[in-house]
């Protein structure tokens, strides 16, 4: 590679060293020694550390160094250790992109030497850090740039590919060019949230300013002829060690773009620059090294954003993008999402698949992007769905996108949880495949299931979510347990919290995230997470009286609109949520159930009343319904016991033991497990009590191995059980 004239001039320094002294090899200390001899190298030695120091103990090294005798020939060599260290210094410029080997690449290869003195000796004469030195040198080394390299800047531009017919966005291209007319602060901030169509934008104005015929109408004089150029951020930060690398070099692109009279600079996405963290050392941080040039108004600049990276800007540095005038984004509607499809993607995804697209499908494929894809925004995220169904035709040799398709690729976009919203045959059988698996509550399972299906059927506000319900009754009858089927049924994840672990103020942060400067701000809310990493789901909120009165707060926001903002402000979308809360609020009054002679009260209608007391008008006004949970009765609890029964045979059957149980222990079970005040918990610690251990001795004690009939009798003792081989 070719050096810089710095290199070239401590070259031959070190030769005149070399001779002077009759030295066989030119060695890195020789050259070191060169370098001492500039002037300008010695005053930025001298503020970094000692250079006389240096000076002393490099002589001491090159004196101590054989020499070739008088009157023999002088024949000068570089040293193997001097070859070695130009090898890393040509590594070291072209790993940082740099055309010609300069100083400070050079010097950084010294420190790279192993058993070295010139290295030793430095390192001890500097009184800083070696990548402050580092950084010092470069005023030395940046002077002398070929003039055959000037223009090495264009490299780090790429051109923006025009796209087809734009639609639309006539004000905010007007804007844009406003903008770009101005003296100073000539920049653009193109802000709009994920999908919307910003890089789109940039295209069409790097269209427009080429395009002679749209200057007479839509291009402003000053802005003829301009050529709109992307920056690689990538490729310009790659290669670069240290800060004082990447300062010059965006000192040099700056300064050669400010020369030119056409370049508008186009990055396309703002995070990239850097300078959004706190716990960055600085050594990426290229939009504070942009800032002045931006600020004279001699580069013009369009940069794209999310709400969200503006708002990480500026919580470290409120004036970095004052230099921006915003241009905001708006998300377009669905009619005009199909007109942009219409003339600018639909013949290319067609040409690509080699498939046909109807209006009407790509009408439906626009309607259930809105639908079920709420990380991203239209147009983006219709054009990925008709894309994908056009991918899922030519993996299925169709020629034809059909409605059936789109759903099919809406369930590879969203996961399997998809599935569950489009299947009618599914909801048809929800009540009935309830009523199976919950005993004795047919009330409160029909009306779950009535205001799910009314909301699935989309006669209900589509802005809310699926449903909210709030389940009252006593402990045991199957509040949490319908939870648990019910998206089964739906053929959905649930996601259980226990509300008694957020009873404190500050532990109510965890759902959504704790605020900035608050030990796990990074790691995200534990609701909001799950929410957005499973939008189709069940939530229980189990015994929600007991969380702090804070989390209602947070609830009002999800049952009215169905959204919530983490603490980083991204929204999470519950609008496909199923919200059931459970209650034992009044349980302590339950017992006052019965009042007066032969009447008896539900005790969960009690409880329902007492709710009134615990929760605040505004958040029972937003529930769905209050779904009231009957008392247990010997009806119910002897299905349940038939259930549980049902469930012990099922286990037994992988050992081939047959049970049956005599209607006396029948009755004696059911008798001893009824219990209204504990509900089917209380049947279950009944068995597991009476039953299960007279099995465990049978199968483990009673030497009769695998494939038996225990048959459960009733004994003065208790229960007891005989085993009969068949």
Request: charged share 30%.
């Amino acid at each position: 590679m070719n050096q810089t004239a710095n290199i070239s001039n401590a070259l031959v320094e070190a030769y005149g060293i070399a001779s002077e002294k009759r030295n066989e090899f030119i060695t890195p200390e020789h050259l070191l020694a060169g370098f001492l001899k500039d002037s300008d190298f010695w005053e930025i030695l001298s503020r970094c550390g000692r250079a006389d120091e240096l000076e002393k103990n490099l002589y001491e090294y090159i004196n101590g160094l054989d020499r070739i005798p008088e009157g023999t020939d002088l024949s000068i060599e570089f040293s193997a250790q001097l070859q070695e260290l130009f090898e890393k210094a040509g590594e070291t410029a072209a790993s940082a992109m740099a055309q010609i080997v300069q100083t400070h690449h050079l010097i950084f290869s010294i420190f790279h030497l192993d058993d070295s003195y010139a290295r030793f000796h430095l390192e001890s004469c500097l009184e800083c850090s070696i990548p402050d030195f580092l950084n010092s040198l470069l005023e030395f080394s940046a002077e002398e740039v070929p003039e055959g390299m000037q223009s090495a800047w264009r490299k780090y531009f790429k051109s923006l590919e025009t796209i087809g017919e734009f639609v639309g966005k006539k004000e905010e291209i007007q804007k844009i060019f406003r903008t770009l007319c101005r003296h100073k602060k000539a920049n653009v901030l193109i802000v709009g949230d994920r999908g919307v169509g910003k890089t789109a934008l940039a295209c069409e104005i790097a269209r427009l300013l080429q395009d002679r015929s749209a200057w007479k109408t839509d291009v402003p004089e000053k802005l003829h002829e301009m050529n709109l150029m992307e920056l690689d951020v990538p490729l310009l930060l790659g290669g670069t060690q240290y800060r004082g690398d990447l300062e010059m070099r965006v000192k040099e692109i700056m300064e050669r773009v400010s020369e030119e009279e056409d370049p508008i600079i186009y990055i396309d996405d703002l995070k990239v620059l850097g300078g959004n963290s706190r716990n960055d050392d600085g050594s990426k941080d290229i939009l504070s090294l942009l800032i002045p040039y931006l600020k004279s108004g001699n580069i013009k600049c369009i940069v794209s954003a999310t709400y969200e990276d503006i708002k990480k800007v500026e919580n470290i540095n409120s004036g970095a993008l004052a230099v921006f005038q915003r241009i905001e984004l708006k998300e377009p509607d669905s009619e005009e999402t199909f007109e942009i499809i219409k003339h600018n993607t639909l013949a290319q995804l067609e040409t690509s698949h080699r498939t046909k697209y109807p209006e009407a499908v790509c009408r439906f494929a626009i309607e259930k992007s809105i639908r079920f894809i709420n990380d991203r925004c239209l147009p983006e995220k219709a054009i990925d769905l008709l894309d994908q169904a056009g991918a899922y035709c030519e993996t299925k040799r169709l020629k034809k996108v059909s409605e059936t398709i789109v759903m099919a690729a809406l369930k590879d976009i969203c996961r399997e949880d998809i599935s569950s919203s489009a299947s009618n045959e599914n909801l048809a059988g929800l009540e009935a495949g309830l009523k199976t698996r919950i005993y004795g509550q047919d009330q409160a399972i029909q009306k779950l299931t009535e205001c799910i299906l009314m909301s699935k059927a989309g006669l209900l506000d589509r802005d809310k979510t699926i449903g909210s319900f709030l389940f009252v009754g006593p402990t045991g009858v199957g509040k949490t347990e319908l939870s648990k089927v019910l998206a089964q049924q739906l053929n959905v994840p649930l996601h259980r919290f226990d509300m008694s672990e957020y009873s404190e103020k500050h532990s109510v942060a965890k759902l959504i995230g704790s605020p900035a400067g608050y030990v796990g701000y990074d790691d995200g809310g534990i609701l909001t997470d799950t929410i957005r990493k499973n939008p189709y789901c069940v939530l229980l909120l189990d015994e929600i009286e007991k969380a702090h009165e804070d989390i209602y707060n947070l609830l009002l926001q999800v049952m009215d609109y169905a959204v919530i903002s983490d603490n980083k402000g991204r929204k999470v979308d519950f609008r496909n949520v199923v919200l059931i809360m459970t209650s034992n609020a009044g349980a302590r009054y339950a017992h006052k159930a019965s009042v007066g002679f032969e009447r008896k009260v539900n005790a969960g209608e009690t409880m329902a009343k007492e709710i009134k007391n615990v929760f605040a008008p505004e958040f029972i006004n937003r529930l769905s319904s209050v779904v009231v949970f009957n008392d247990m009765d010997e009806k119910m609890a002897g299905l349940i016991l038939d259930d549980k029964i049902r469930k012990l045979q099922e286990r037994l059957d992988s050992k081939k033991i047959n049970l049956q149980i005599h209607p006396e222990a029948y009755e004696l079970l059911l008798k001893e497990g009824f219990s209204p005040e504990y509900g089917a918990r209380e049947i279950e610690r009944v068995l597991n009590a009476r039953l299960t251990p007279l099995l465990m001795k049978a199968i483990l004690f009673g030497g009769h191995g695998e494939g038996f009939t225990a048959v459960v009798t009733i004994t003065p003792e208790g229960l007891a059980i005989d085993c009969r081989k068949p």
